[in-house]
T-cell receptor, first 114, second 115 residues
Framework: DSGVTQTPKHLITATGQRVTLRCSPRSGDLSVYWYQQSLDQGLQFLIQYYNGEERAKGNILERFSAQQFPDLHSELNLSSLELGDSALYFC?????????????FGSGTQLSVL | TQLLEQSPQFLSIQEGENLTVYCNSSSVFSSLQWYRQEPGEGPVLLVTVVTGGEVKKLKRLTFQFGDARKDSSLHITAAQPGDTGLYLCAGWARGGGGATNKLIFGTGTLLAVQP
């Protein structure tokens, strides 16, 4: 158990809908990272927050947004969903931010867009 | 864009065999990490290599960071069925303003060790 909790574990929805994925980091970790994993794209970095502030952005679509709350949990919002958004979404956390940080990953949310 | 290419993509071997997985890039990384991912789970960190030429051993696993810090390898000796999984290399890339805060993952190597 990594200590990172992601909910829900599975999500099935329809095109055009909006969903929210939730992540609770390990106790004491200030950084939260979101990744998308698919067979064709591999594990792609989406966005990172550190202590409530956005610190780095990757290949995140404009239809996607995220935030980190004062209690350090984070939410990833996906809107106007398309079939191609079906993927495994991972949240990870680390104590601080910067190079050489060790990331601890949750078990992921499997999103299926039908 | 900094990319990490892994080879081979797939590897199926018998228990007891040795294998090497390669992770290559045209870019320099401040450090490289190796993760292993099992079905239904998130990646788990195995090791971080920081210095060019560095070699780290973790039981039957040996990790090497290239002298130029552009590549890395993972060697497994006497593979066991428990080694089965997706192996991912990852490098910290420089983000905006020179801060290193993006962990970029490689394309992955799926290893199956048959008993």
């Amino acid at each position: 158990d990594s200590g990172v909790t992601q909910t829900p574990k599975h999500l099935i929805t329809a095109t055009g809908q909006r969903v929210t994925l939730r992540c609770s980091p390990r106790s004491g970790d200030l950084s939260v990272y979101w990744y998308q994993q698919s067979l064709d794209q591999g594990l792609q970095f989406l966005i990172q927050y550190y202590n409530g502030e956005e610190r780095a952005k990757g290949n995140i679509l404009e239809r996607f947004s995220a935030q980190q709350f004062p209690d350090l949990h984070s939410e990833l919002n996906l809107s106007s969903l398309e079939l191609g958004d079906s993927a495994l979404y991972f949240c990870a956390s680390s104590p601080r931010t910067g190079r050489n940080e060790k990331l601890f990953f949750g078990s992921g949310t499997q999103l299926s867009v039908l | 864009t900094q990319l990490l290419e892994q080879s081979p993509q797939f590897l199926s071997i018998q228990e007891g065999e040795n294998l090497t997985v390669y992770c290559n890039s045209s870019s320099v990384f401040s450090s490289l990490q190796w993760y292993r991912q099992e079905p239904g789970e998130g990646p788990v960190l195995l090791v971080t290599v920081v210095t060019g030429g560095e070699v780290k051993k973790l039981k039957r696993l040996t990790f090497q960071f290239g002298d130029a810090r552009k590549d890395s390898s993972l060697h497994i000796t006497a593979a066991q069925p428990g080694d089965t999984g997706l192996y991912l290399c990852a490098g910290w890339a420089r983000g905006g303003g020179g801060a290193t805060n993006k962990l970029i993952f490689g394309t992955g190597t799926l290893l199956a060790v048959q008993p």
